[in-house]
């Protein structure tokens, strides 16, 4: 069974699956170009396409999505700390973990579950010794194909 989605729109590495409730997004999801697309109906919808679309065509562009209150305190304080990343900045796991007095692991556990990929940049975060980790999936794959083409995107990574 595939997940249910309010819409799914293009991105260029593929898809992107977006849910809202109300008038919040809840959730976002990177997502194979083999998923069919699903049109934006509705005036949230649309703005998230609309503001997608302009950070594929501008790293700089800043996101004012309504977003859903998710996650823990602690993955919402490491989610704090990552939006504050700048666009072709990076950091890792192990800074955020300092300046939280907590442990690298616990942050790469609250990266991955972060409902609100994109917007909230977790793709800035990497391991000490390299690009590490994406959205739960491990140094292969499509995950870390997104995650290398949003760092070229923002000019934080030529390869």
Not at 60 to 88: E, H, M, Y
Request: net charge neutral; hydrophobic share 45%; proline share 7%.
């Amino acid at each position: 069974m595939s997940p249910k989605f309010d819409a799914i729109l293009p991105a260029p590495f593929g898809k992107v699956g977006v849910r809202v409730i109300g008038d919040q997004v809840h959730e976002i999801v990177y997502l194979p170009d083999s998923f069919d697309e699903i049109a934006p109906v509705g005036t949230l919808l649309q703005r998230v396409a609309t503001q997608l679309a302009a950070y594929y065509d501008n790293p700089d562009f800043v996101f004012d999505l309504p977003l859903a209150a998710r996650g823990t305190d602690f993955q919402r304080k490491v989610w704090g700390v990552i939006s504050a990343v700048p666009r072709g900045g990076l950091t890792t796991y192990g800074t955020i973990a300092k300046s939280l007095q907590s442990m690298p692991r616990a942050v790469g556990q609250a990266c991955g579950q972060n409902w609100f990929p994109i917007v909230i940049p977790c793709h800035r975060v990497v391991a000490a010794n390299g690009l590490g980790g994406f959205a739960h999936h491990g140094e292969e794959g499509f995950h870390l194909g997104v995650k290398r083409w949003l760092l070229r995107h923002e000019g934080a990574m030529l390869l």
